[in-house]
T-cell receptor, first 112, second 108 residues
Framework: DTAVSQTPKYLVTQMGNDKSIKCEQN?????MYWYKQDSKKFLKIMFS???????INETVPNRFSPKSPDKAHLNLHINSLELGDSAVYFC???????????FGPGTRLTVT | KNEVEQSPQNLTAQEGEFITINCSYS?????LHWLQQHPGGGIVSLFM???GKKKHGRLIATINIQEKHSSLHITASHPRDSAVYIC??????????FGKGTKLTVNP
């Protein structure tokens, strides 16, 4: 039973395309997150949702739009992909905002 | 300057050695997290602590709130401990702010 799952695991696409990454957690957690890990392996928060409500929105280009259809899912849609968007994107969840986080396996996005 | 500083950046040890990874941060925090990123890329939460000390198996995490410092210790290190260890703090906004990680290699 995978606790936090992401699809796809790998995504290769061309500049200018629009793509989505899906995340699902079966832990019954209230809070979900998207993180970006750059080529230097540095992790940074992008978004956080609590019970489907956006609570953290870091300085991220508005080409990135998270969507939470229910509290078990947090998807990330990226418009007009750029070379600099190439990274590994991790989804995570936690019981609430002050508990440990469980990470998904990551999605490696390569923009050519 | 990053708000979270980890040292060392890279660490090579022989199997069985006692290992310490340090983390310093510059702001008031509500919690400090230690994460492990495997060579395959997966990230696992090891500890979340706001005071004192926690132990899980061969891993021990300590935090000194006054000195804004935390340490992760690994006793009797093993090659399977080879990974990147990441320190992150949770401040007033409750978002995680990450260090750059410490790459640990344990040789047999």
């Amino acid at each position: 039973d995978t606790a936090v799952s992401q699809t796809p695991k790998y995504l290769v696409t061309q500049m200018g395309n629009d793509k989505s990454i899906k995340c699902e957690q079966n832990l019954g957690h209230d809070t979900m997150y998207w993180y970006k890990q750059d080529s230097k392996k540095f992790l940074k928060i992008m978004f956080s949702y609590n019970n489907k409500e956006l609570i953290i929105n870091e300085t991220v280009p508005n080409r990135f739009s998270p969507k939470s259809p229910d509290k078990a899912h947090l998807n990330l849609h990226i418009n007009s992909l750029e070379l600099g968007d190439s990274a590994v994107y991790f989804c995570a969840s936690s019981q609430d905002r002050s508990n440990e986080q469980y990470f998904g396996p990551g999605t490696r996005l390569t923009v050519t | 300057k990053n708000e979270v500083e980890q040292s060392p950046q890279n660490l090579t040890a022989q199997e069985g050695e006692f290992i310490t990874i340090n983390c310093s941060y510059s702001v008031g925090i509500s919690a400090l997290h230690w994460l492990q990123q495997h060579p395959g890329g997966g990230i696992v939460s090891l500890f979340m602590l706001s005071s004192g000390k926690k132990k899980h198996g061969r891993l021990i995490a300590t935090i000194n709130i006054q000195e804004k410092h935390s340490s992760l210790h690994i006793t009797a290190s093993h090659p399977r401990d080879s990974a990147v260890y990441i320190c992150a703090f949770q401040g007033g906004s409750e978002k995680l702010v990450f260090g750059k990680g410490t790459k640990l290699t344990v040789n047999p």
